[in-house]
């Protein structure tokens, strides 16, 4: 039998002093990803009302999709006889899948947003949303869910997860993990981390023989996911004990994504006590962050890549990012206002449109609002952390992070 191909890879270049931050290539069967990297995220395969010939334009270098989404809409089977998700979408770029746990648990008990930036102190482990019925149960082996799209019953293991990623076909897949909130208590947190950990190794075992299975395919990547909340121990733990997971054939995890619950606060420590602990030859991806102070304490403290879906969700409801902040480009005083929307972005949209005609659009409730500042959002996005990785190589992060977060106001 044909070796697979292998062909994926991480080559670390210029490091910050005394930290964790770096700048890298991730080789990819579909193409590289320069280092640390913003990952637009596509849920459904498509970033929302942008055409991915754009989404080039604007310097974006992969697409992460959601594997839950695509699962039950159109179904992984389509996307592979399509050729895989990049060839699907007409992305010809690096692609990301999530793993679906997120989404299946996620919406399962109807919280919306798990990583909450905001402090709690009520503690339980049986929270649901309100005005939300549960629509998940988790359990040693999987997750027993409804769709939100029918009702339909379904259920999610490590296997199946693997088994719809590679379907997919993204060059970086995530192991199924369980995902808590910061309502959970320290006990249910570790069961969770234990839980995360098998999982981990049932996804090694399932991966390594799906891709010798499917070796004609291009090689596929595969991210433990770390969880263990706000509690330095058990992150820690969490690394070391993914890092010595193998399967049968020796198959290692190809990179870390860090996820789980956390406060904004701990974000840096959080990212700091798993870089300490994972190897640094190895990617690190931060699920979910966006906004500027996020992605510098990220960067600083070793991690790679980062997506989220906040730059095109703000976008389609009229928040427009700029190097001031964030400001909704629907309100009234834009009406007369025949500039750009940010005169130092160089984005299409910035570039021909003025906030009143935007504003007209959102008023007008067209279309062309949502794509129109998507575009800028997602390069605003883009364009900052490349402007990081920039700094990074040229020596002058922290002049750079001090120089940006004065003038941004959250
Ligand atoms: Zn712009």
């Given at each position: 039998?044909?070796?697979?191909?292998?062909?994926?890879?991480?080559?670390i270049?210029?490091?910050?002093?005394?930290?964790?931050?770096?700048?890298?290539?991730?080789?990819?069967?579909?193409?590289?990803?320069?280092?640390?990297?913003?990952?637009?995220?596509?849920?459904?395969?498509?970033?929302?009302?942008?055409?991915?010939?754009?989404?080039?334009?604007?310097?974006?270098?992969?697409?992460?999709?959601?594997?839950?989404?695509?699962?039950?809409?159109?179904?992984?089977?389509?996307?592979?006889?399509?050729?895989?998700?990049?060839?699907?979408?007409?992305?010809?770029?690096?692609?990301?899948?999530?793993?679906?746990?997120?989404?299946?648990?996620?919406?399962?008990?109807g919280?919306?947003?798990?990583?909450?930036?905001?402090?709690?102190?009520?503690?339980?482990?049986?929270?649901?949303?309100?005005?939300?019925?549960?629509?998940?149960?988790?359990?040693?082996?999987?997750?027993?869910?409804r769709?939100?799209?029918?009702?339909?019953?379904?259920?999610?293991?490590?296997?199946?997860?693997?088994?719809?990623?590679?379907?997919?076909?993204?060059?970086?897949m995530?192991?199924?993990?369980?995902?808590?909130?910061?309502?959970?208590?320290?006990?249910?947190?570790?069961?969770?981390?234990?839980?995360?950990?098998?999982?981990?190794?049932?996804?090694?075992?399932?991966?390594?023989?799906?891709?010798?299975e499917?070796?004609?395919?291009?090689?596929?990547?595969?991210?433990?996911?770390?969880?263990?909340?706000?509690?330095?121990?058990?992150?820690?733990?969490?690394?070391r004990?993914?890092?010595?997971?193998?399967?049968?054939a020796?198959?290692?995890?190809?990179?870390?994504?860090?996820?789980?619950a956390?406060?904004?606060?701990?974000?840096?420590?959080?990212?700091?006590?798993?870089?300490?602990e994972?190897p640094?030859?190895?990617?690190?991806?931060?699920?979910?962050?966006?906004?500027?102070?996020?992605?510098?304490v990220?960067?600083?403290?070793?991690?790679?890549?980062?997506?989220c879906?906040?730059?095109?969700?703000?976008?389609r409801?009229?928040?427009?990012?700029?190097?001031?902040?964030?400001?909704?480009?629907?309100?009234?005083?834009?009406?007369?206002?025949?500039?750009?929307?940010?005169?130092?972005?160089?984005?299409?949209?910035?570039?021909?449109?003025?906030?009143?005609?935007?504003?007209?659009?959102?008023?007008?409730?067209?279309?062309?609002?949502?794509?129109?500042?998507?575009?800028?959002n997602?390069?605003f996005?883009?364009?900052?952390?490349?402007?990081?990785?920039?700094?990074?190589?040229?020596?002058?992060?922290?002049?750079?992070?001090?120089e940006?977060?004065r003038?941004?106001?959250?």
């Amino acid at each position: 039998m044909a070796a697979p191909d292998t062909s994926f890879s991480f080559t670390i270049g210029a490091r910050l002093e005394d930290r964790h931050g770096r700048a890298g290539v991730i080789e990819t069967p579909h193409g590289r990803i320069a280092t640390p990297a913003f990952i637009p995220v596509g849920t459904k395969a498509t970033v929302k009302s942008v055409l991915p010939e754009t989404m080039k334009e604007i310097g974006a270098q992969a697409v992460l999709a959601n594997a839950y989404h695509l699962y039950l809409q159109p179904g992984p089977d389509i996307v592979d006889e399509a050729g895989g998700l990049a060839k699907f979408m007409n992305w010809h770029g690096p692609t990301f899948t999530d793993s679906g746990g997120f989404q299946v648990m996620s919406l399962g008990v109807g919280f919306k947003k798990v990583i909450a930036m905001e402090a709690v102190d009520v503690r339980s482990d049986d929270v649901i949303a309100k005005g939300k019925e549960r629509l998940a149960t988790v359990d040693d082996d999987g997750v027993t869910f409804r769709s939100h799209l029918d009702g339909s019953r379904h259920r999610f293991t490590p296997e199946v997860s693997m088994g719809i990623q590679h379907g997919l076909g993204a060059d970086i897949m995530f192991a199924f993990d369980e995902l808590t909130t910061l309502l959970n208590t320290r006990e249910y947190q570790e069961k969770s981390v234990r839980r995360t950990h098998e999982w981990a190794q049932r996804c090694i075992d399932e991966h390594e023989r799906l891709t010798v299975e499917r070796a004609h395919h291009p090689y596929q990547a595969l991210f433990a996911v770390i969880q263990g909340a706000q509690y330095e121990d058990l992150r820690r733990k969490a690394c070391r004990d993914l890092e010595a997971i193998r399967g049968a054939a020796g198959t290692e995890f190809d990179g870390y994504g860090i996820g789980g619950a956390l406060e904004k606060h701990n974000l840096g420590a959080i990212v700091g006590w798993c870089c300490d602990e994972l190897p640094e030859h190895k990617p690190r991806h931060m699920l979910g962050i966006s906004e500027p102070e996020d992605i510098f304490v990220a960067v600083e403290n070793g991690a790679d890549t980062f997506d989220c879906v906040n730059p095109s969700r703000v976008a389609r409801n009229a928040a427009i990012y700029v190097a001031e902040g964030r400001f909704n480009i629907d309100t009234r005083r834009f009406r007369r206002d025949f500039t750009p929307i940010d005169d130092s972005c160089d984005c299409y949209t910035c570039a021909n449109y003025t906030r009143a005609y935007i504003h007209h659009l959102f008023k007008a409730k067209e279309m062309l609002a949502s794509t129109l500042c998507t575009i800028h959002n997602e390069r605003f996005t883009i364009r900052l952390v490349d402007r990081i990785r920039d700094s990074i190589e040229g020596g002058y992060f922290d002049e750079f992070k001090e120089e940006t977060l004065r003038v941004w106001k959250r």
